[in-house]
């Protein structure tokens, strides 16, 4: 296979001064005798001076050695074949007593070659095998052309972001893939989000061409951004031909770890210990004879785990007791040999001084043996650890494993540091973070190793750690909060620097989910004596990352931080604007003292010159105004506020205006211009790297196209915003919108399960500490009870919404609806509560009155009107209206009211073809049994969409299928129709489900076959 262009990537992801810098880093920490790793200079100077005492090692040559990691990797040091030592000989043992899990396997791998891809995750106990079956798998997957990169977790590298993805990329580059490239303008708080959408492009580019097999080993020990891409890609990337053969650990693991096996759950594959006949055989292998009986019975001590069998059988062969005669391996003797009772400690007593105090310092440091560093920390010359080293290497303790010396397995390893003091591994550990920052590591790559082994009072490892919690908390905000929370531990002797540390964290905890911690830790800190201005700042900061998860605590903490005297002009802006912002979502009580508040938070604002203050109180004021009737003075504080901010970036706003500003064109019925906005914010967050901002956006997107009947869009939208949480955590009103979007969906098409999902979310909604929040959720709750006719409960659910009438709030959801009202006035009356419906009436018509230039609201006033008094004329009327206001649902059912009332066919079918090409299924049943009910015995030909096949794709599907079927990835689909990537993923998914198709290669096939047989109208 023709090599490939060797890894080139861009900068600044991790903080550091430009990328491809970095991924030397990278590669030189995993092999740190590299040219310009930190080792290499004095080992080469060593190891030319005295090559025969190099060779004595036993690797094949120094600069094999030393050379970068340019080899295929095929596996860490348990993964290959078991080899049985005998004087000087040895002997490769094929695999036993796994032909199910292998078939399984070769299956996998001849669905691959036919351009379907899938995941395997081999999971089991330590030693029972993971390794070696994937090795096994690798070396198929080679023998059948298939491309393969292969990687593993490492435990001393957990703490940088996506380490073991892009490890993986490294040992096997120029063979695999094609060069991995990212864009170097996405702003701090978004990287982790573009880099994992890099890496699936760059995924896509490569299975384009080819399938292609991830091999990646000990998942337990990936990194946190690694187990999300791999709790995600393989889905996302399911159309493409990629398999992922996966392994783990059973047993304790990390909170993402966990998350990720559960995730994979589907794709499990279990090892069991081994079984009778499978161990007789291995020992064969091991042995070169039949195991006699007596042997059988005592390696049956092994539990069917492999590495453990040859671990017995190599201490029994050691200490003398095993006999081989006539073919026959027999047993003498009584007990387990004293190698596996303490094989650790046992051979660590039979090397030198010297070899010991190695492999002590091998263990404390990592997996992958740096001779520089080893030698460096004990004081001795590189040339006097070849001795020692290949005493090591024959005890089996080390194992030379593509030009790299390592560990035999990590449970060696493992074993090894339990010999070892805790104090004496913690000294350990501490001399070899400040020997790696003496040569060059990064804060980042020492982070973990810095925060285990730094003592209070330590500023040098605080400062360190506040570094690496900033560089961390765009691609992993756990690892940020825990970076944090240590730098937070350490400065317990100063309440100052530790309040001023818990401020700046605050955000990072909340993003990691950890909104409890992050609460806890802001009141540790305010219950000290604090200057105001810093007492003020943790306020903020707690009032910045509740706003994510609540607005009436991010109200509370604001209005705290508020109160303080004697602020910055600037602090107390910020304070004031997060208050009224947080005041307006929650009730109507708190928007009217958001409404107080408002002129002295601007003249704060303006006097301290800060713009996202300023933006953000206008976005206020815009809402008051819009609830007060006023629209036109509501359009123009919104589109002050967007300008505010127009030289301001993302990452330094605490609102974005033009958010609401798209909202409010969707409401009065200007869909054209709210979607050019929604359009153009795409655009900017594209460009710029944005991906809260393009979460955002994807929530205005799904909102505007449930409102204009393009349902299919809504939904595709609305899965994308949820999607997106997987890399940015949980959006607070990203997330209420989008599931309130696709409850409406699911009501309208009468998806069962989507319905059933409705009903969930809505009494988690009502749930809510918001009170808009919670009339959303009854909202929609009331709808679903409606439509099963369960009209004491829709009138339970929708008792509260007329004391909203009036006030600067609601009445149903936000965004409000004004199409709402109409469908409260039809739901009441069916429940026989006419003096309810007669008030929905009035505020729709108070609405109109006051903005009558606004055809959407005259339509839902004449549509509330007419359906109060039986009025057909005025039913007709709102369909005329709603038809401007680009209305399509919300004119069906004023239809559908009109032919009701009248018993007329002619509005009823011009209702059932705006459902039918809507999607609305349940809709359009209901008003066919309408028609039956009067008689109609035969009903026009469907207009609708059929249910599957080419003709049921909508034309956001057509656009990204055709696009898909001419070569190119996602995220370049993406672009080119300026959506999310996940948006792309969801209309995609969406398509193949309609076309019965499961993969990209089946999708070209089928889009070639039509093109050639001319059937092409789409």
Same mark, same amino acid.
């Given at each position: ?635 123009? %504080? /919104?589109?002050? @506020? =967007?300008? !505010?901010?127009? &030289?301001?970036?993302?990452? $330094? #706003? *605490? ?124 909202? %929609? /709750?009331?709808? @679903? =009870?409606? !439509?099963?006719? &369960?009209?004491?409960?829709? $009138? #339970? *659910? ?125 809709? /359009? ?94």
């Amino acid at each position: 296979m023709p090599g490939t262009p060797a890894l080139v990537a861009h900068s600044s992801w991790l903080g550091v001064s430009t990328w491809q810098p970095w991924m030397d880093q990278f590669a030189t920490r995993h092999n740190p005798l590299a040219p310009g790793g930190p080792g290499e200079p004095a080992a080469v100077a060593e190891a030319r001076a005295n090559p025969q005492a190099v060779a004595g090692i036993g690797i094949d040559a120094v600069p094999e050695h030393y050379a970068p990691r340019n080899r295929r990797t095929t596996s860490r040091g348990s993964g290959g074949p078991m080899i049985m030592h005998d004087t000087g000989t040895s002997r490769i043992v094929p695999l036993r007593g796994r032909d199910a899990e292998l078939a399984a396997l070769t299956e996998q791998l001849a669905t691959l070659a036919s351009g379907t891809g899938g995941a395997v995750l081999i999971q089991g106990v330590p030693g029972i095998g993971k390794s070696r079956l994937l090795a096994e798998a690798h070396r198929r997957a080679e023998a059948a052309g298939l491309r393969v990169l292969n990687g593993s977790g490492d435990p001393e590298a957990r703490i940088i972001p996506f380490g073991s993805l892009l490890d993986l990329f490294l040992s096997t580059a120029g063979s695999a893939l094609p060069a991995f490239t990212t864009d170097d303008n996405a702003p701090t708080a978004s990287r982790g989000y573009w880099l994992l959408q890099d890496i699936q492009e760059h995924l896509e580019r490569a299975a384009l061409s080819a399938p292609l097999v991830i091999v990646l080993d000990d998942l337990q020990w990936c990194d946190e951004s690694t187990l999300l891409a791999l709790r995600t890609l393989p889905a996302r990337l399911s159309s493409y031909p990629i398999l992922w053969l996966l392994a783990a650990r059973t047993g304790p693991s990390s909170p993402a770890a966990r998350a990720t096996v559960a995730a994979l759950n589907d794709h499990l594959l279990v090892l069991a210990p081994l079984s009778g006949d499978a161990v007789a055989a291995m020992s064969r292998d091991l042995l070169g004879s039949a195991p006699d009986a007596d042997l059988l019975r005592l390696v049956s001590k092994a539990e069917g785990r492999p590495l453990l069998l040859a671990e017995l059988l190599e201490g029994l062969r050691d200490e003398g007791r095993i006999e081989i005669a006539d073919d026959v391996a027999r047993l003498t003797g009584t007990g387990l040999p004293r190698r596996f009772h303490s094989s650790i400690r046992h051979r660590l007593d039979q090397v030198s001084p010297l070899a010991r105090q190695i492999a002590d310092v091998a263990a404390a440091l990592g997996r992958v043996i740096s001779v520089d560093q080893v030698a460096e920390l004990v004081a001795q010359p590189p040339a006097a650890l070849l001795k020692p080293l290949d005493e090591l290497l024959s005890a089996d303790l080390l194992a030379e494993t593509d030009g790299r010396l390592t560990f035999r397995h990590d449970l060696v390893r493992e074993a090894v540091q339990a010999t070892l003091s805790p104090s004496l591994r913690l000294a350990l550990r501490r001399q070899a973070v400040q020997q790696r920052l003496r040569h060059g590591a990064s804060v980042v790559q020492v982070a973990a190793e810095l925060a285990e082994t730094a003592e209070p009072g330590d500023q040098h490892a605080v400062s360190m750690l506040r570094q690496a919690s900033r560089e961390l908390a765009a691609t992993s905000p756990s690892a940020a909060a825990a970076m944090s929370r240590r730098a937070i531990e350490l400065a317990s002797a100063d309440p100052l620097q530790q309040a001023a540390i818990i401020a700046e964290s605050l955000p990072r905890f909340s993003q990691a989910g950890l909104a409890a911690e992050a609460a806890a830790l802001a009141d540790t800190a305010l219950r000290q004596r604090l200057p105001a201005e810093i007492e003020a700042q943790v306020s903020l900061g707690l009032a910045l990352a509740a706003n994510q998860h609540s607005f009436p605590d991010a109200a509370r903490a604001a209005r705290a931080g508020a109160a303080l005297p004697g602020l910055p002009e600037q602090v107390r802006a910020q304070l004031l604007a997060m208050l009224a912002f947080n005041l307006i979502l929650i009730d109507a009580d708190e928007a009217e003292e958001a409404e107080r508040l408002l002129p002295e938070a601007l003249r704060v604002a303006e006097r301290a010159g800060d713009a996202p203050a300023t933006a953000t109180l206008l976005t206020v004021a815009s809402l008051l105004a819009y609830y007060r009737f006023d629209v036109p003075q509501a359009l123009d %504080l /919104a589109e002050r @506020a =967007a300008h !505010a901010v127009d &030289d301001v970036p993302h990452s $330094a #706003a *605490l609102w974005t205006p033009g958010i609401w500003q798209s909202v409010l064109l969707s409401m009065i019925g200007c869909v054209d211009d709210a979607l050019a906005e929604a359009a153009a914010g795409v655009r900017s967050a594209q460009h710029s790297g944005q991906a809260a901002l393009l979460r955002m956006w994807g929530m205005v997107r799904c909102r505007i196209y449930l409102d204009t009947g393009r349902l299919a869009d809504a939904r595709a939208e609305a899965e994308a915003v949820l999607a997106m949480a997987d890399e940015l955590g949980p959006g607070n009103f990203d997330d209420v919108t989008a599931r309130y979007v696709l409850g409406r969906v699911a009501l309208h098409t009468g998806d069962e399960t989507g319905l059933t999902q409705a009903r969930e979310v809505a009494g988690v909604m009502m749930g809510a500490e918001a009170g808009e929040i919670r009339r959303a959720g009854a909202w %929609l /709750a009331a709808q @679903a =009870a409606a !439509a099963t006719g &369960d009209h004491a409960g829709m $009138a #339970a *659910l929708t008792a509260k919404a007329e004391q909203t009438y009036f006030r600067p709030t609601p009445v149903l959801p936000f965004p409000p609806d004004p199409a709402d009202e109409p469908a409260l006035v039809r739901m009441v009356l069916q429940a026989g509560l006419v003096e309810r419906a007669a008030r929905a009436a009035e505020f729709a018509e108070i609405r109109y009155r006051r903005n009558p230039d606004i055809p959407v609201f005259g339509a839902a006033a004449a549509h509330a009107r007419g359906l109060l008094d039986g009025d057909p004329g005025l039913l007709g009327e709102a369909a005329r209206r709603y038809a401007e206001a680009s209305r399509p649902l919300a004119r069906a059912a004023a239809l559908e009211d009109a032919g009701a009332a009248l018993r007329e066919r002619s509005s009823l079918d011009e209702a059932l073809a705006l459902y039918e090409e809507a999607g609305a299924a349940r809709d /359009a049943e209901r008003v066919v049994a309408l028609l039956k009910s009067m008689g109609a015995r035969r009903l026009r030909p469907s207009a609708g969409r059929p249910a599957s096949g080419w003709d049921s794709l909508t034309a956001s599907e057509l656009q990204v299928v055709r696009l898909v079927a001419g070569g190119i990835t996602n995220r370049q689909v993406a672009d080119r129709l300026f959506l999310s990537p996940h948006t792309v993923s969801t209309h995609l998914r969406h398509a193949f489900t309609k076309l019965g198709i499961n993969s990209r290669v089946a999708l070209t096939r089928l889009v070639l076959t039509r093109d050639q047989d001319g059937d092409d109208e789409d």
